[in-house]
């Protein structure tokens, strides 16, 4: 017997680096919208230095990579390969952890919204529509509804951005959420990983290269990011053998960085008319990598590598309690307060100082306020008593 399959019997295995994982990302997400938002009239060491933000999509591409790698992990280690409780209570699972966070935020929005542009005719404030943000204050009834039914990110170019930018990636992630049990599954219990990671991104590009890219922003190809992170999950989970050979002959964290070089190299590229999708890839197959490669070293019980030290520090798990709520929230903060910050006379450095510093905290604020009065209740009993809410125990049967 392996020693994998001795620690799953009898041991509990707590992989608090997937929460450490999601709230780091969460938090570049806001440093990424930061350096969006910010002027182009800055002090050239400060331009310089914040590029390290500009690779946003990186960390929701690692997100979904992480809900496959999760949703998957139950089903690697059943004996039957299938979802337990079935189809019905999964979808019922699902939408009360994502739908009320989310239908609460895009109501916070729109309340919002709405009383900046009344306040805007009223003239007791000023909004220059000219400085861009990730919140839009006007919208529609057609917006509304988009939003409502989850399939804003299908609406080609700008039009998905509306209301509450971020949003976009939950519709995304939404819609995967049925192809996981529908297609995926079936297809990875009937012809292994080969036909579904290839079945999974073949399903992916086809809307994106059918529409002529007009529906690129919904970044459809996530799908194969998110069998990535199931195919993570069964090799490490598995009892399979060529499965566990697999796990234990490659160099999981040397290829993390390899794709991630890989990620960065292709992002650079784009200018010279690389598809967006290719450094997508390169991210997700970096975060399967990692995945494996953090999860082995906690089974085997290896002293800690750097990586995995950050990532189950206190401070990144802590993130990741309410790093949905993060996300949901952040750009309407910063939207309201970089118009606000215009309005003042600062120095261009001055304003952006205050900005990230003021953005941040303020975020990182109402998320959490957010989170326990509209995240935490709709969690399950035992999550809630957990103090990681997504740490991934595994019981010996």
């Not at 994502?98 to 805007?120: D, E, H, K, M, R």
Request: proline share 4%; net charge positive; with cysteine.
């Amino acid at each position: 017997m392996t020693k994998l399959t001795e620690h799953t019997q009898n041991k509990r295995v707590h992989l608090h680096y997937l929460d450490g994982l999601r709230g780091l990302a969460a938090l570049y997400v806001v440093f990424s919208h930061l350096w969006e938002l910010q002027g182009h009239d800055l002090p050239g060491m400060w331009l310089n230095f914040s590029k390290v933000f500009r690779y946003g999509l990186f960390s929701v591409a690692i997100f979904i990579v992480l809900s496959g790698y999760c949703l998957m992990l139950p089903v690697a280690r059943s004996q039957t390969g299938y979802i337990s409780g079935g189809l019905f209570n999964y979808i019922k699972r699902r939408s009360r952890r994502i739908l009320p966070p989310y239908y609460s935020a895009l109501i916070l929005s729109l309340i919002v919204g709405i009383l900046i542009t009344v306040l805007i005719n009223l003239h007791f404030i000023y909004w220059n529509n000219n400085i861009w943000g990730h919140f839009e204050h006007n919208f529609s009834l057609f917006d509304v509804v988009c939003h409502l039914f989850l399939i804003h990110n299908l609406i080609p170019n700008d039009e998905i951005y509306k209301i509450n930018g971020p949003m976009w990636s939950v519709a995304t992630e939404w819609q995967i959420y049925f192809l996981f049990p529908l297609i995926l599954l079936p297809m990875w219990r009937r012809f292994g990983w080969f036909v579904v990671i290839n079945l999974a991104f073949l399903l992916g590009l086809l809307p994106y290269y059918l529409s002529h890219g007009l529906i690129g922003r919904a970044h459809t190809w996530y799908l194969g990011l998110f069998a990535l992170g199931m195919m993570a999950a069964d090799i490490g989970f598995s009892q399979k053998y060529y499965l566990q050979k697999i796990r234990k002959s490659l160099p999981w964290g040397l290829l993390a960085a390899i794709f991630f070089g890989l990620a960065l190299f292709a992002d650079m590229s784009q200018k010279f008319g690389l598809e967006i999708w290719v450094n997508e890839l390169c991210v997700g197959l970096a975060a399967a990598c990692l995945l494996v490669y953090c999860t082995n070293c906690i089974v085997e019980e290896k002293t800690p590598p750097l990586v995995l030290k950050i990532l189950q520090s206190p401070g990144a798990i802590a993130l990741g309690t309410f790093s949905y709520s993060l996300y949901l929230l952040h750009s309407i903060v910063l939207t309201v307060l970089n118009q606000y910050l215009h309005t003042l006379q600062f120095t261009p450095l001055k304003r952006e100082i205050i900005f990230y510093t003021t953005g941040l905290s303020l975020s990182l604020l109402i998320a959490y306020i957010f989170y326990l009065i509209f995240e935490r209740p709709f969690m399950s009993g035992f999550l809630q008593k957990r103090k990681v809410k997504d740490a991934v125990k595994i019981d010996g049967n």
